[in-house]
Nanobody, 115 residues
Framework: QVQLVESGGGLVQPGGSLRLSCATS????????MVWYRQAPGKQRELVAG???????NYADSVKGRFTISKDILKRALDLQMNSLKPEDTAVYYC?????????WGQGTQVTVSS
């Protein structure tokens, strides 16, 4: 059974950093696209950053220059380095992997940016 497990969320002060990781349970090398989404309370889920099989990346305008998406080959994980965090980055962050026309989602990890 395919399973994605996110980790690394938590409470951080504005200006701080967090690194999220998503264990991809064997799909790492066969994924077509890996994406981080987030959903804040009362808001729609939004794309944060994505990385294709060939390594091309894209970011939401709101996180460009602050967040970096990457693949960790050794861990077979999808990572999201988040720097200069702002209160508006507070949300549940989800990883999503697309493979052979099917989407797989993790359970989400909470990120709270507050002083």
């Amino acid at each position: 059974q395919v399973q994605l497990v996110e980790s690394g969320g938590g409470l951080v002060q504005p200006g701080g950093s967090l690194r999220l990781s998503c264990a991809t349970s064997g799909m790492f090398f066969s994924a077509d696209l890996m994406v981080w989404y987030r959903q804040a309370p009362g808001k729609q889920r939004e794309l944060v950053a994505g990385i294709s099989a060939n390594g091309n990346t894209n970011y939401a305008d709101s996180v460009k220059g602050r967040f970096t998406i990457s693949k960790d080959i050794l861990k077979r994980a999808l990572d999201l380095q988040m720097n200069s965090l702002k209160p508006e980055d507070t949300a549940v962050y989800y990883c999503e992997v697309s493979r052979w026309g099917t989407e797989y989602w993790g359970q989400g990890t909470q990120v709270t940016v507050s002083s």
